[in-house]
């Protein structure tokens, strides 16, 4: 079989459609993420991932964006609720250890319901800082607003997915936070100085050995003003590689949003010029199947095949998965209720309205 397509590409509901399955067989995209409208019930999503592998011919990464909060593929009542970071974080503010000991228990707790489906990754946790007058779209997707504080929750988070067999990917490099459009709507422009940057970066320095990390679609005038970071070579080059130190898979955000200008196929080209590793098209606001399976092809068409240093990035991130260590679920389950009732039941749960792909 040829090597795997730098890609990871979505699918267009709860079963696989024989298109699709001929479309994964000829293309072998790298992975598959899954969206909402494509997860119903465990014993659907199972199967679900059990057909793509077969058309595959292969166990591939299948990914989802479940990070707790609004956030989430996997809803109640087939899954158990889980909150938004703010929860975390406001826990971390009044006792450092007790919120540590949180996020990794939630993020396990997170684990142990996508692995048994097949879901070995999760587009999570989120780095980005929180700041005063930012758009909301990250809001309380955020661990807080100081770096020190992100990158103890943050690491916390990773180590929780991790242990429990499911691979992190770190978002939104090098920093969402002070964005104040939607990248799903328009390309935001960072006015912050190189100096102020460097908060934001943080976090994702401080864990740069992360599997797998997501661009922004931002662009930071400090560094190019004109091209979001997902297809700016200097940015790509010279901070998220070089001052960050990331050296794992780095995949774009999703192509679709609005903040990428031209065709499906000449945001995936600008991705991988600029120095991306994966693309990754999620036709998160798409419902018709065959714009969707015209989509995946786009994409695939312009995705190389997996080589060299990508190839070497993408299998570290599969072995990633490899280290699921015991766990007491149920017993995890009960001290995860109790730290979460020192913030107040008021807190959990809450579900503010947001522009997030589905």
């Not at 479940?66 to 809803?75: A, N, S, Y």
Request: glycine share 8%; with cysteine; aromatic share 6%.
């Amino acid at each position: 079989m040829n090597a795997p397509k730098a890609c990871i590409l979505s699918v267009s509901g709860p079963e696989l459609r024989d298109e699709e399955a001929v479309f994964l067989a000829q293309n072998n995209p790298w992975g598959i993420i899954l969206m909402g409208r494509s997860i119903k019930t465990k014993n659907q999503v199972r199967a679900l991932v059990d057909s793509i592998w077969s058309a595959l011919g292969r166990p591939c990464l299948i990914f989802v964006d479940q990070e707790g909060g609004r956030v989430r593929r996997l809803r109640p009542p087939e899954w158990p609720d889980f909150p938004a970071a703010k929860v975390y974080s406001d826990l971390y503010k009044k006792s450092p250890e007790l919120g540590e000991e949180a996020a990794w228990l939630g993020h396990r707790l997170m684990a142990a319901e996508l692995q048994p489906l097949g879901i070995y990754a999760d587009c999570a946790p989120n780095l980005d800082l929180s700041h005063p007058g930012a758009h909301d779209i990250v809001g309380d997707r955020a661990f807080g607003d100081t770096a020190r504080q992100v990158s103890a929750l943050g690491a916390a988070a990773i180590k929780g997915l991790m242990d429990g067999g499911v691979a992190s990917v770190i978002k939104h490099i090098p920093g969402h936070g002070r964005a104040k459009q939607d990248s799903h709507e328009a390309l935001p422009v960072v006015d912050a100085s190189a100096q102020e940057l460097e908060q934001d970066f943080s976090p994702f320095s401080a864990l740069s050995d992360a599997p797998m990390a997501m661009t922004a679609h931002i662009a930071y005038q400090a560094y190019d003003a004109e091209n979001a970071a997902t297809v700016s070579r200097k940015i790509i080059r010279d901070v998220i590689r070089n001052r960050i130190g990331f050296d794992g898979l780095l995949m774009g955000d999703d192509l679709g949003m609005k903040a990428l200008g031209g065709t499906l196929e000449s945001r995936a080209r600008a991705s991988f010029e600029a120095g991306c590793d994966i693309a990754l098209n999620c036709s998160g606001f798409q419902k018709d199947p065959e714009i969707i399976l015209s989509e995946m092809r786009q994409v695939a068409g312009a995705s190389p095949r997996l080589s060299g240093r990508a190839a070497e990035r993408a299998k570290f991130a599969e072995d990633a998965t490899l280290h699921r260590k015991p766990f007491d679920i149920e017993a995890g389950r009960f001290r995860f209720e109790e730290l979460l009732a020192k913030v107040g039941a008021d807190e959990i749960g809450r579900d503010p309205t947001s522009r997030v792909s589905v």
